[in-house]
């Protein structure tokens, strides 16, 4: 098997909400639910999307779901995001104004070509997906002459130092919200816009034994594309098979499309609801539930192998990592992860651990989240990747599968 499939996932999902369209490419054979119709019928596979955000299912051959196996990954990354008023003047420059989404390497996005995506609505409300991927902006750093300190250490202030440049004074542009309202097919400039700016290089498999792959979006569409291609994939089985791909992870899952707002409960409930079971059964359900969030681990790093614990070192291909953290920033615990651990073992698939040095501090993921919002014990795991929250990141080949294939195990236990 190769991951071509995932480099056209994430070619193709340069914001969250073309990764949820790209999410509905592979959900050919789900029927798509709106949250605004009646789901006294629901189908068997289905799925329902808002926003940014998309929850699949499967549900058991018949009868209330009596229990779920669900897999929970997020469609957003940290980048640029282009502010409602841009349009910027100075010096002969025609520049963009950016906001800094999520938690950035901030030189990562100096000197790369950078293309625009994601959302615009009109005065009625419409939406419109556009994404530009042909070069149009770029953050040039200042050349060393005029910085005769930065190799001794680069700073960078996000509001004056990251605003991309994308054409000259005398050049023939119009405003930013008429040149996007073109780039769309639109006749009019949109009144509103969440818009990403992200690095034009393809997906690409690289090393002189061809074992990694570089991309913008690792974190976390390469979890959201495993997710998918194991349900997509699994049959039908006496539980309920559920994956929720949620947004705003990087900044917090604070929203009505991330993990902390009701999203994930609300569906859980009206899928019980529409196989006639009581809201009793519902708490019974999701007692006897368990949940994988998958988000990428940092792998060991050659040139910085003294930030890692000795003992818990993430080898690129050597399989995903379960993430565990005493301190609840990941959600593990000795059952789930077990539960992780026979998933791969049914398969023969390998597995490692990743646990943050004492000194180091930890990051957090939707898994914390979602288990203290339903109290689903919840497992944290994740491909081993360098580069994390860069605008390219890296990981191995062979990791992707794995995950897919260990998710798919999990979700028919």
């Known amino acids: 098997?190769?991951?071509?499939?995932?480099?056209?996932?994430?070619?193709?999902?340069?914001?969250?909400w073309h990764a949820v369209e790209s999410a509905r490419g592979l959900l050919r054979d789900f029927t798509e639910m709106a949250e605004t119709d009646s789901w006294n019928e629901v189908p068997d596979a289905g799925f329902c999307v808002r926003d940014g955000a998309l929850i699949a299912w499967r549900l058991p051959v018949s009868g209330v779901p009596t229990r779920f196996r669900l897999a929970g990954a997020h469609t957003d990354s940290p980048c640029l995001?282009?502010?409602?008023?841009?349009?910027?003047?100075?010096?002969?420059?025609?520049?963009?104004?950016?906001?800094?989404?999520?938690?950035?390497?901030?030189?990562?996005?100096?000197?790369?070509?950078?293309?625009?995506?994601?959302?615009?609505?009109?005065?009625?409300?419409?939406?419109?997906?556009?994404?530009?991927?042909?070069?149009?902006?770029?953050?040039?750093?200042?050349?060393?002459?005029?910085?005769?300190?930065?190799?001794?250490?680069?700073?960078?202030?996000?509001?004056?130092?990251?605003?991309?440049v994308w054409g000259v004074g005398s050049s023939d542009i119009p405003s930013f919200a008429s040149w996007i309202a073109q780039q769309a097919g639109l006749d009019a400039p949109a009144h509103w816009w969440e818009l990403c700016l992200y690095d034009v290089q393809r997906a690409s498999v690289l090393g002189a034994d061809r074992s990694l792959l570089a991309s913008g979006r690792l974190d976390n569409q390469l979890s959201c594309w495993a997710a998918?291609?194991?349900?997509?994939?699994?049959?039908?089985?006496?539980?309920?098979?559920?994956?929720?791909?949620?947004?705003?992870?990087?900044?917090?899952?604070?929203?009505?499309?991330?993990?902390?707002?009701?999203?994930?409960?609300?569906?859980?409930?009206?899928?019980?609801?529409?196989?006639?079971?009581?809201?009793?059964?519902?708490?019974?359900?999701?007692?006897?539930?368990?949940?994988?969030?998958?988000?990428?681990?940092?792998?060991?790093?050659?040139?910085?192998?003294?930030?890692?614990?000795?003992?818990?070192m993430p080898i690129i291909n050597a399989g995903p990592a379960l993430k565990i953290n005493s301190n609840q920033r990941y959600a593990t615990d000795a059952p789930t992860a077990q539960l992780f651990q026979a998933a791969c073992d049914s398969l023969g698939l390998p597995w490692q651990v990743f646990v943050s040095r004492n000194n180091v501090p930890c990051g957090s993921t939707i898994g914390p989240l979602t288990a203290t919002r339903l109290g689903i014990p919840t497992a944290d795991v994740g491909v081993p990747q360098l580069s994390m929250h860069s605008a390219r990141e890296l990981c191995g080949v062979e990791d992707p599968l794995y995950l897919r294939d260990a998710l798919a195990a999990f979700l028919a236990g």
């Open 1 to 16: 098997m190769t991951i071509d499939g995932l480099r056209a996932f994430l070619d193709a999902s340069p914001s969250p």
């Open 81 to 164: 995001r282009v502010k409602p008023r841009p349009d910027v003047h100075a010096h002969g420059w025609r520049q963009l104004g950016v906001e800094v989404y999520g938690g950035i390497l901030n030189n990562s996005w100096l000197d790369r070509d950078l293309g625009v995506a994601g959302r615009l609505v009109g005065s009625d409300g419409s939406e419109t997906l556009v994404n530009v991927s042909s070069p149009v902006a770029r953050v040039p750093q200042l050349a060393v002459h005029l910085d005769r300190e930065a190799n001794n250490g680069l700073l960078l202030d996000r509001q004056q130092h990251l605003v991309p």
């Open 228 to 312: 998918l291609e194991a349900i997509a994939t699994a049959p039908a089985a006496e539980h309920g098979l559920v994956i929720v791909l949620n947004d705003h992870e990087e900044v917090g899952s604070a929203s009505t499309a991330g993990a902390s707002g009701p999203l994930l409960e609300i569906v859980l409930e009206r899928l019980v609801a529409a196989r006639g079971g009581s809201r009793d059964e519902l708490h019974r359900a999701l007692a006897g539930s368990a949940c994988v969030s998958a988000d990428n681990a940092h792998a060991v790093h050659p040139n910085y192998a003294d930030r890692h614990d000795p003992g818990h």
